[in-house]
Protein backbone atom coordinates (compact mmCIF):
# COMPACT_ATOMS: atom_id res chain seq x y z
CA UNK A 1 0.00 0.00 0.00
CA UNK A 2 2.94 2.51 1.22
CA UNK A 3 4.68 1.91 -2.35
CA UNK A 4 1.26 2.35 -4.35
CA UNK A 5 1.26 5.83 -2.95
CA UNK A 6 4.65 7.13 -3.31
CA UNK A 7 4.00 5.93 -7.06
CA UNK A 8 0.66 7.84 -7.05
CA UNK A 9 3.03 10.87 -5.60
CA UNK A 10 5.75 11.05 -7.90
CA UNK A 11 3.70 10.09 -10.94
CA UNK A 12 1.15 13.76 -9.57
CA UNK A 13 4.34 15.75 -9.45
CA UNK A 14 5.91 14.93 -12.48
CA UNK A 15 2.19 16.05 -13.98
CA UNK A 16 2.95 18.85 -12.30
CA UNK A 17 5.97 20.09 -13.20
CA UNK A 18 5.19 18.61 -16.70
CA UNK A 19 2.13 21.33 -17.31
CA UNK A 20 3.89 24.03 -15.63
CA UNK A 21 7.08 23.56 -18.09
CA UNK A 22 5.06 23.41 -21.10
CA UNK A 23 3.04 26.41 -20.33
CA UNK A 24 6.59 28.54 -20.29
CA UNK A 25 6.89 30.88 -23.54
CA UNK A 26 10.05 30.16 -25.52
CA UNK A 27 11.70 33.60 -26.34
CA UNK A 28 12.13 33.61 -29.96
CA UNK A 29 15.56 34.75 -31.41
CA UNK A 30 15.21 38.39 -33.25
CA UNK A 31 16.87 38.60 -36.57
CA UNK A 32 19.34 41.29 -35.70
CA UNK A 33 20.57 38.89 -32.72
CA UNK A 34 20.92 36.24 -35.52
CA UNK A 35 23.31 38.24 -37.29
CA UNK A 36 25.01 39.43 -34.78
CA UNK A 37 26.12 35.54 -33.68
CA UNK A 38 26.96 35.05 -37.41
CA UNK A 39 29.32 38.04 -37.70
CA UNK A 40 30.34 37.07 -33.94
CA UNK A 41 31.32 33.77 -35.78
CA UNK A 42 33.14 34.60 -38.54
CA UNK A 43 35.36 37.19 -36.89
CA UNK A 44 36.67 34.30 -34.06
CA UNK A 45 38.15 32.19 -36.79
CA UNK A 46 41.62 33.66 -37.38
CA UNK A 47 44.38 33.08 -39.37
CA UNK A 48 46.03 30.32 -37.04
CA UNK A 49 42.94 28.76 -36.62
CA UNK A 50 42.35 28.57 -40.48
CA UNK A 51 45.59 27.46 -41.03
CA UNK A 52 44.83 24.43 -37.82
CA UNK A 53 41.89 23.55 -39.31
CA UNK A 54 43.61 23.16 -43.16
CA UNK A 55 46.04 20.67 -41.50
CA UNK A 56 42.92 19.05 -39.98
CA UNK A 57 41.12 18.30 -43.56
CA UNK A 58 44.57 17.33 -45.06
CA UNK A 59 44.60 14.82 -42.13
CA UNK A 60 40.69 13.37 -42.01
CA UNK A 61 41.37 13.18 -46.15
CA UNK A 62 44.28 11.31 -45.54
CA UNK A 63 42.84 9.10 -42.79
CA UNK A 64 39.52 8.37 -44.70
CA UNK A 65 41.59 7.60 -48.16
CA UNK A 66 43.83 5.34 -46.03
CA UNK A 67 40.55 3.50 -44.41
CA UNK A 68 39.76 2.72 -48.16
CA UNK A 69 42.56 1.56 -49.23
CA UNK A 70 42.74 -0.70 -46.08
CA UNK A 71 38.90 -1.88 -47.03
CA UNK A 72 39.89 -2.75 -50.24
CA UNK A 73 42.89 -4.63 -49.50
CA UNK A 74 40.84 -6.60 -47.19
CA UNK A 75 38.40 -7.47 -50.09
CA UNK A 76 41.04 -8.08 -52.78
CA UNK A 77 43.06 -10.83 -50.10
CA UNK A 78 39.31 -12.17 -49.45
CA UNK A 79 38.78 -12.45 -52.85
CA UNK A 80 42.56 -13.76 -53.63
CA UNK A 81 41.53 -16.74 -50.99
CA UNK A 82 38.70 -17.68 -52.68
CA UNK A 83 39.97 -17.76 -55.86
CA UNK A 84 38.34 -14.82 -57.70
CA UNK A 85 41.22 -13.04 -59.04
CA UNK A 86 38.92 -10.39 -61.31
CA UNK A 87 37.07 -9.11 -58.07
CA UNK A 88 40.69 -9.37 -56.12
CA UNK A 89 41.93 -6.74 -58.98
CA UNK A 90 38.18 -4.87 -58.50
CA UNK A 91 38.51 -4.34 -54.57
CA UNK A 92 41.89 -3.74 -54.58
CA UNK A 93 41.30 -0.83 -57.50
CA UNK A 94 38.19 0.59 -55.54
CA UNK A 95 40.53 0.71 -52.84
CA UNK A 96 43.23 2.48 -54.18
CA UNK A 97 40.50 4.69 -56.04
CA UNK A 98 39.02 5.70 -52.59
CA UNK A 99 42.39 6.57 -51.06
CA UNK A 100 43.26 8.91 -54.21
CA UNK A 101 39.77 10.36 -54.17
CA UNK A 102 39.82 11.52 -50.19
CA UNK A 103 43.64 12.72 -50.33
CA UNK A 104 43.02 14.68 -52.82
CA UNK A 105 39.61 16.37 -51.94
CA UNK A 106 41.33 16.72 -47.62
CA UNK A 107 44.45 17.90 -48.97
CA UNK A 108 42.60 20.29 -51.65
CA UNK A 109 40.35 21.77 -48.79
CA UNK A 110 43.62 21.93 -46.64
CA UNK A 111 45.78 23.71 -48.45
CA UNK A 112 42.51 26.23 -49.57
CA UNK A 113 42.23 26.62 -45.81
CA UNK A 114 45.70 27.12 -45.40
CA UNK A 115 46.16 29.48 -47.96
CA UNK A 116 43.47 31.86 -46.55
CA UNK A 117 45.09 31.75 -43.10
CA UNK A 118 48.45 33.39 -44.55
CA UNK A 119 46.66 35.67 -46.04
CA UNK A 120 45.03 36.47 -43.18
CA UNK A 121 48.30 36.93 -42.02
CA UNK A 122 49.70 39.15 -44.48
CA UNK A 123 46.77 41.42 -44.28
CA UNK A 124 47.49 41.52 -40.62
CA UNK A 125 51.11 42.40 -41.61
CA UNK A 126 49.71 44.87 -43.50
CA UNK A 127 47.76 46.55 -41.29
CA UNK A 128 50.25 47.15 -38.67
CA UNK A 129 52.85 48.16 -40.93
CA UNK A 130 50.14 50.58 -42.17
CA UNK A 131 48.75 51.99 -38.74
CA UNK A 132 53.04 52.21 -37.75
CA UNK A 133 53.45 54.73 -40.67
CA UNK A 134 50.11 57.16 -39.85
CA UNK A 135 51.61 57.44 -36.17
Excluded at 3 to 25: D, K, M, N, P
Excluded at 39 to 52: A, F, L, V
Excluded at 95 to 105: E, M, R
Aim: aromatic share 4%; charged share 20%.
Amino acid sequence: MRSIFRIACLLAVTYVLGLYGWGQSNPSPTSADTQKNAQQEKKNTGPGKEMGKGGEDVGKGVAKGTGDMAKGTAGAVGSLAHGNFGGAGASLGKGAGGLGKNVVVGTGKGVGKIGKGIGGEFKKLGGKKQHDEKS
